[in-house]
């Protein structure tokens, strides 16, 4: 099976961190680029972040910049999302997602993972 698994949500105060893992298995990672997306209860689901195949280029959502971090180890067939200074508003589930090669966009055309459940809370 082609798998994308994502892990490493929890419930954090604001202001804190979390390190998002997105895991494949049943394929090799290095070939795609790959997004992080997230749904808040209520709302649709929004591009997060994105990283090439290469980890040459990231795009991030506006909302973000400056506080999350996308990063891959295509030895490990994984790509992360680091989570820095965190507010209420990104709380959500959090998806990861094969997207086009430039990540000149949100794509949304693909299968979606269990995501994992990001809850920023005081």
């Known amino acids: 099976q082609l798998q994308l698994v994502e892990s490493g949500g929890g419930l954090v105060q604001p202001g804190g961190s979390l390190r998002l893992s997105c895991a494949a298995s049943?394929?090799?990672?290095?070939?795609?680029?790959i997004g992080w997306f997230r749904q808040a209860p209520g709302k649709e689901r929004e591009g997060v972040s994105c990283?090439?195949?290469?980890?040459?280029?990231?795009n991030y959502a506006d909302s973000v910049k400056g506080r999350f971090t996308i990063s891959r180890d295509n030895a490990k067939n994984t790509v992360y999302l680091q989570m820095n200074s965190l507010k209420p508003d990104d709380t959500g589930v959090y998806y990861c997602t094969v997207q086009g090669g430039f990540c000149k966009g949100w794509y949304q055309g693909g299968s979606w993972g269990p995501g994992t459940q990001v809850t920023v809370s005081s």
């Open positions: 990283i090439t195949s290469s980890g040459g280029s990231t």
């Open positions: 049943g394929f090799i990672l290095d070939y795609y680029a």
